[in-house]
């Protein structure tokens, strides 16, 4: 049986005139359907480029990308299927709240006006305000619940949080869980803060540099690694093994980040040596995965 991919990258390459340094470095991917995956990766790490090169605003230099088996750039029906979203989009800011449902509901087939209206209610958005008027927050939500009311079949999210507050990001994420439950489909996700969109995400990709560090189910990332702290001579004498994949030796104490899971045979033997050993949350993984060295560069500030 075939597995169920909604978006496939094949041999992806993105270089940018005037940069030596490709945007997108051969990228293999191919993502499941009807999962909410979280597209992490720190600034300049390929994100937005991946997702313009999904919505066919990019052509790439080298390979191709399929969504739901067409090229956005050359299959204008796919527009109706996928919608590309961002807390700042290239709205008109004379343009009312309402004029803006307006071109949402023009554009999407299966946009749900309804839902839209209720749900802007629900985060105190004026319909009449201008998008001139609102703050970034206001106008994150208006972007956000737009493109969670079209509905499409695929769904892409670039940073839609920026300016929410934290009171509003958490309804936010309970609206998208919730929608998601009630129209299964594909949301990828990009943000900053993992550690609070952790709770909705089914999958996680994690890039650097325009690399492919993993593809993984949340629950295979949150085993991924684990982290070894204790005396400094002690967890000197453990970090020279080949599992280990960082470590730091600052002041305010040592540690370092082993590969496995907490009761791997690296971590039982770092317990049996009186070390203390514990999980690693998805959003250091993300850290300690990309760190370009094992010492902490910190350090050099107060020598």
């Not at 309804?114 to 105190?124: D, N, P, R, T, Y």
Request: glycine content about 8%; proline content about 3%; some cysteine.
């Amino acid at each position: 049986m075939m597995e169920d991919y909604i978006i496939a990258a094949e041999d992806l390459l993105l270089k940018y005139r005037r940069k030596d340094k490709a945007a997108l470095n051969h990228l293999n991917l191919k993502l499941h359907a009807n999962q909410i995956i979280g597209l992490i990766g720190a600034n300049g790490s390929g994100k937005t480029t991946f997702f313009k090169l999904c919505n066919g605003a990019l052509e790439p230099t080298e390979g191709e990308i399929k969504i739901l088996g067409g090229n956005a750039s050359r299959d204008i029906r796919l527009k109706e299927e996928m919608i590309y979203s961002m807390h700042a989009l290239p709205v008109g800011k004379s343009m009312r709240v309402k004029q803006v449902l307006k071109c949402y509901n023009i554009m999407y087939p299966r946009f749900d006006l309804e839902f839209a209206v209720k749900s802007l209610g629900i985060f105190g958005i004026p319909l009449k305000k201008t998008i001139g008027s609102l703050s970034q927050g206001m106008e994150s939500a208006v972007h956000f619940m737009c493109a969670i009311a079209a509905r499409t079949k695929v769904t892409l999210l670039d940073e839609p949080f920026i300016g929410i507050d934290i009171e509003k990001r958490k309804i936010a994420y309970e609206i998208l869980l919730r929608d998601y439950m009630e129209h299964p489909r594909t949301f990828v996700i990009s943000s900053h803060n993992l550690a609070e969109l952790e709770s909705v995400l089914s999958e996680m990709v994690l890039i650097h540099e325009g690399n492919l560090i993993f593809y993984e189910e949340m629950d295979s990332v949150r085993e991924m690694l684990f982290r070894v702290d204790g005396d400094k001579d002690k967890v000197q004498g453990f970090k020279n093994r080949e599992e280990i994949c960082y470590s730091s030796d600052g002041e305010l104490g040592s540690f370092c980040i082993g590969r496995g899971k907490v009761n791997c045979r690296l971590a039982m033997q770092a317990r049996q040596e009186g070390l203390q050993v514990s999980p690693v949350p998805p959003e250091d993984v993300c850290v300690y995965l990309t760190s370009e060295g094992k010492e902490d560069a910190l350090e050099c500030l107060w020598k």
